[in-house]
């Protein structure tokens, strides 16, 4: 019983580079989310997705984009990292209700 | 859009007392509250929630209680073991057909001592 499984779980990037995360959920859920968490400032909407096919920005959006190409997944790319995107991710996905979050992936920019 | 107020940002607590914490949402709109309980190394796992109809709801040691009309919404711990040392996070969304967006409160670490 997977739930919503993120990978990486771990990554150290440089300055500029690019990376994707993938978000797999396995609830045949409508929703999906990109959260990230910084110390003190609880977790903050990325981008979200009502369905396969759409994505829509949530409150800090800028730096990222998104993909949902099939039902399951969730990718979140980022194009230049910057130092300001060394946070915690969290993906989750809901339907009319509990969100169920993925366990992170903690992404260190230098 | 929505904004969710959370205190205290840390609590103590003796083992066997009471935890509460409050929280506090600026959309008139919102009809869901959930709860999350996030332990070290792991993503946030629902407790208890609420929805905008119910004036308060409770699960053995848990309990929510929500006031619409002055938008604040608690949770409250009785008989707290050192088990419940984590972050808590409230939250308040518009639930819709197949989902919803929820806006997180900064989060509450609960340090219960033995």
């Known amino acids: 019983n997977a739930g919503v499984t993120q990978t990486p779980k771990f990554r150290v990037l440089k300055t500029g580079q690019s990376m994707t995360l993938l978000c797999a959920q396995d609830m045949n859920h409508e929703y999906m989310y990109w959260y990230r968490q910084d110390p003190g400032m609880g977790l903050r909407l990325i981008h979200y997705?009502?369905?396969?096919?759409?994505?829509a920005k949530g409150e800090v959006p800028d730096g990222y984009n998104v993909s949902r190409l099939k039902k399951q997944n969730f990718l979140l790319g980022l194009e230049s990292a910057a130092p300001s995107q060394t946070s915690v991710y969290f993906c989750a996905s809901s339907y009319a209700g509990e969100a169920f979050f993925g366990q992170g992936t903690r992404l260190t920019v230098v | 859009g929505e904004n969710v107020e959370q205190h205290p940002s840390t609590l103590s607590v003796q083992e066997g007392d009471s935890a509460v914490i409050k929280c506090t949402y600026s959309d008139s709109a919102s009809n869901y509250f959930p709860w999350y309980k996030q332990e070290l190394g792991k993503g946030p796992q629902l407790i208890i929630d609420?929805?905008?109809?119910?004036g308060e709801k409770k699960d053995q040691r848990i309990a929510v209680t929500l006031n619409k009309t002055a938008k604040h919404f608690s949770l409250h711990i009785t008989e707290t073991q050192p088990e419940d040392s984590a972050v808590y996070f409230c939250a308040a969304s518009i639930v819709e057909a197949a989902g919803n967006k929820l806006t997180f409160g900064g989060g509450t670490r609960v340090l219960v001592k033995p």
């Open positions: 609420i929805r905008s109809n119910v």
């Open positions: 997705s009502v369905g396969e096919g759409t994505t």
